[in-house]
C-alpha cells in the first residue's frame, strides 16, 4: 500500500518563485563542507558558529520531544532560510521547511525511519501514486504529483530533500541533498526546541470547601 507523505505546514508559504530548469544532477555522497553555503540552518553565517552540537545534549533534546536523535539532521540549500514555525519533531521522524526570502520557493527535509532500494523506490514513503524513480549515484532522484525529491538512504533512516516542480531546480536540490549533516550547537534550540513542561491547573483560592461557588439567585418570600 503506497502511505502518503505528511505535508509540512509551511507548502502553505507564497510560492512566488518562477519555472527552473530540470537539469541533472548526479549525487555525491560526500557532504558539504561546513558553513559553504548561504543561509544554513537558521544562521545568518553557518561558518561563524560551526561548532558541532553536544552528542549528549542533541540526544536528551531529541528524546525530549519522541524523536530518535538519529534522524536530526539539517541541510544548507544556498539561499534558503531555515522556517523556525516549520519544525516538526515527533516519535514518526523530524520536517524542516526552508524559504527563500527572494523568491518565495520552498525546500522540504524529510528524516524518518524507513529503508529503499531500486525495487520500491516508487513506492517507499511515496508522496502520490503514480510516481517515477531513477537511481542517481547513491541516492534516488523521484517526481510525481507536481513534486519532486532526491532521496538518501542512511543507517535505518530516509533523509528526503523535495520542493515543487517548476519552483525550484534539480540542480539546487542536488546540492541541498549533498549538504545533509548534523546540527551546530548554534542550531539545536531551533531544530529541537526544549519539549514544553506539562503544569498543574492553578487553584483557586477564592472558591468555597462546599459546592461548586456559583451565585445563588434563588426567590426569597415575596419574589
Known sequence: MIRTARVL???LLPLLLAGCGTEKAGVDTERAGAGTEQAGAGTADPKASASP?????LASRAKALGLDPDLVHVI?????TLAQQSVGASDVGLSIAYTSLKSGAVINLRVEPGTMTDANCATQ???TE?????????AWYRTGGGQIEYVLAEKGHLVHVGAEQGKVSRALLHKAVRSVRRPYESELAVVLPPARAVTSPVE?????TNGDGAPDN???KGG
Request: aromatic share 6%; charged share 20%.
Open 130 to 138: 503514480h510516481m517515477t524513480c531513477v537511481r542517481d549515484g547513491t
Open 53 to 57: 552540537a553536544d552528542p549528549a545534549e
Open 76 to 80: 544548507d540549500p544556498p539561499g534558503f
Open 204 to 208: 483557586r483560592g477564592d472558591l468555597p
Open 9 to 11: 505546514p509551511l507548502l
Open 125 to 127: 514513503a511515496a508522496f
Open 218 to 220: 434563588s426567590v426569597g
